[in-house]
């Protein structure tokens, strides 16, 4: 049950695009589409960006988009903007949950 | 107002134990699957526990042994027992529900801060 790796922080400009990537392994990540994002600005409560790899809960923007390759999970955000600038987890289930380790997005 | 309450957290010294309690309002609680996930200062999250609405329970070997966690649909009440509670136990809990057709946390408490110090 080790923590999901991600990079610790990513940058990009106004309008650009970032991915953050997601590698567990075969028993979490590459072996199931239980993957979900969340995003947590400082001090508030993680709110979920996408849910089972690649899918979208009501309300949040479709410059938010999920992918998955073998054990590697990804999120890219699309048009940045300076709300997107936060901290953004991972997360697996597969029998049981496992976080990433967070990635920092800076909106330069 | 669909919402989660948490209580119980504050400063408890190591071996020590504590019970968090959420409050649950605004939706069906008996028909969700419920979570506490926590989060050190400055760290990143961590799954602590899992109950399902048949009562079955889970947990990660970090806490295993030491917390239970419960329910009460009765009062939309959840609850994790932490004992023999460690400095590294030291973190914000939140309390999270399951979405009910997905293996994802739809709906965050605003969490209740654990210290474990001497």
């Known amino acids: 049950q080790s923590a999901l790796t991600q990079p610790r922080s990513v940058s990009g400009s106004p309008g650009q695009s970032v991915t953050i990537s997601c590698t567990g392994t075969s028993s979490d990540v590459g072996g199931y589409n239980y993957v979900s994002w969340y995003q947590q600005h400082p001090g508030k409560v993680p709110k979920v960006m996408i849910y089972d790899v690649n899918k979208r809960p009501a309300g949040v923007p479709d410059r938010f988009s999920g992918s998955k390759s073998g054990n590697t999970a990804s999120l890219t955000i699309s048009g940045l903007q300076a709300d997107d600038e936060a901290d953004y987890y991972c997360?697996?289930?597969?029998?049981?949950?496992?976080f990433g380790t967070g990635t920092k997005v800076t909106v330069l | 107002e669909v919402q989660l309450v948490e209580s119980g957290g504050g400063l408890i010294q190591p071996g020590g134990s504590l019970r968090l309690s959420c409050a649950a309002s605004g939706f069906t609680f008996s028909s969700y699957d419920m979570h506490w996930v926590r989060q050190g200062t400055g760290k990143g999250l961590e799954w602590v526990s899992t109950?399902?609405?048949?009562?079955?329970?889970y947990y990660p070997d970090s806490v295993r042994g030491r917390f239970t966690i419960s329910r009460e649909n009765a009062k939309n009440s959840l609850y994790l027992q932490m004992n023999s509670l460690r400095a590294e136990d030291t973190a914000v809990y939140y309390c999270?529900?399951?979405?009910?057709?997905?293996?994802?946390?739809?709906?965050w408490g605003r969490g209740t801060l654990v210290t474990v110090s001497s």
């Open positions: 999270a529900r399951g979405h009910d057709d997905y293996w994802y946390f739809d709906l």
């Open positions: 109950i399902e609405t048949a009562g079955d329970p």
């Open positions: 997360c697996s289930y597969a029998g049981s949950y496992v």
